[in-house]
């Protein structure tokens, strides 16, 4: 059965996603957590990425395969992500949307 696209992601979702990006072709599990941790200054349990990650799979926003086994890992193989092109137009459509409702006289000077 074909992922059906979601329109909307959560806050959680949108910087998973963002982290894979930032990870290009080494985005697995304890990359994309470490990036999210050093991104936002959160602790994150390797739990809650792995359900987002399912559920953005769901949605048909990422695509995931295993990698070779290694060595240093016992053998065993990674599970690598890839931000899916509707994704990257998800993220872009909020993006534009962050900025049409940022206004510095609203939030107090932030920009």
């Known amino acids: 059965m074909a992922k059906k696209t979601s329109n909307y992601i959560g806050e959680f979702e949108e910087l998973v996603l963002l982290a894979i990006l930032s990870q290009g072709d080494n985005a697995y599990g304890v990359t994309i957590l470490e990036a999210l941790e050093e991104a936002t200054n959160r602790s994150?349990?390797?739990?809650?990425?792995?359900?987002?990650l399912s559920r953005l799979d769901e949605k048909g926003l990422v695509e995931s395969?295993?990698?070779?086994?290694?060595?240093e890992r016992g053998?065993?193989?990674?599970?690598?992500?890839?931000?899916?092109g509707s994704a990257q137009a998800l993220l872009k459509e909020v993006q534009s949307a962050r900025l049409r409702l940022m206004n510095a006289d609203v939030i107090g000077g932030l920009a």
């Open 75 to 84: 053998g065993r193989a990674k599970r690598h992500y890839r931000v899916r």
């Open 65 to 71: 395969w295993i990698g070779e086994p290694t060595a």
């Open 44 to 52: 994150i349990t390797i739990g809650s990425l792995y359900t987002t």
